[in-house]
């Protein structure tokens, strides 16, 4: 069975370094043509996109947050790990990791139950 | 950066309804690349559609989609009531994923 599962802090103060974890389970972060992203969504609203790690270890970022993150990957341990600087209260989120599978092109077919971080001092 | 703006915002529909939501891009977007997910309260979204038309696993058929171009829609042929929900569309480009704004289907 493939799961994601994240895990961090559940508060964090503005200017404070946000890092979560993703912990992969079901497939191997080895495995070509599948990729990792971190998403994340704002009390009552949409989802956005914000980094993404392919098999081949490139990376994507979501241009207006790109000087902001980071994304990487402990394979032996299965785990990719999102950071995010400079935390704001606008940052308030759930936050999720979802897997691309190549049988779904490039769209996300299994997805953690997500983690909310709220920014607040 | 692609946009992608959905409407209407809210369909208040009732079970058996058929349900028809679009998704309009800013500029043309592969169709390969377009996907559909559906968001209950609480829950992470689940994929729907992928590659504009292609059901995910364990989709019903009930749920459809189509489109080309700029322009993409998702129809729910008789809204069952586990339907309810939001749903979103989302492309992928440049290494970049956008998604809509959402789509709230609700029980009228």
């Known amino acids: 069975q493939v799961t994601l599962k994240e895990s961090g802090p559940v508060l964090v103060k503005p200017t404070e370094t946000l890092t979560l974890t993703c912990s992969v389970s079901?497939?191997?972060?080895?495995?070509?043509?599948?990729?990792v992203s971190w998403i994340r969504q704002p009390p009552g609203k949409a989802l956005e996109w914000l980094a993404h790690?392919?098999?081949?270890?490139?990376?994507a970022y979501s241009s207006s947050l790109e000087s902001r993150l980071t994304i990487s990957k402990d394979a032996s341990k299965s785990q990719v790990v999102l950071t995010m600087t400079n935390m704001d209260p606008v940052d308030t989120a759930t936050y999720y990791c979802?897997?691309?599978?190549?049988?779904?092109?490039?769209?996300?077919?299994?997805w953690g139950q997500g983690t909310m971080v709220t920014v607040s001092s | 950066e692609i946009v992608l703006t959905q409407s209407p915002g809210t369909l208040s529909l009732s079970p058996g309804e058929r349900a028809t939501l679009s998704c309009r891009a800013s500029?043309?977007?592969?169709?390969?690349?377009l996907a559909w997910y559906q968001q209950k309260p609480g829950q992470a979204p689940r994929l729907l559609i992928y590659?504009?038309?292609s059901r995910a696993t364990g989709i019903p058929d009930r749920f459809s989609g189509s489109g080309s171009g700029a322009d993409f829609t998702l129809t729910i042929s008789r809204l069952e009531p586990e339907d309810f929900a939001v749903y979103y569309c989302?492309?992928?480009?440049?290494?970049?994923?956008?998604f809509g704004q959402g789509t709230k289907v609700e029980i009228k």
């Open positions: 979802t897997r691309s599978h190549p049988r779904a092109g490039v769209a996300f077919d299994i």
């Open positions: 079901g497939f191997s972060l080895n495995n070509p043509r599948m990729g």
């Open positions: 500029q043309s977007v592969s169709s390969i690349y």
């Open positions: 989302q492309q992928f480009e440049d290494s970049s994923w956008t």
């Open positions: 790690l392919f098999s081949n270890d490139e990376k």
């Open positions: 590659g504009a038309s």
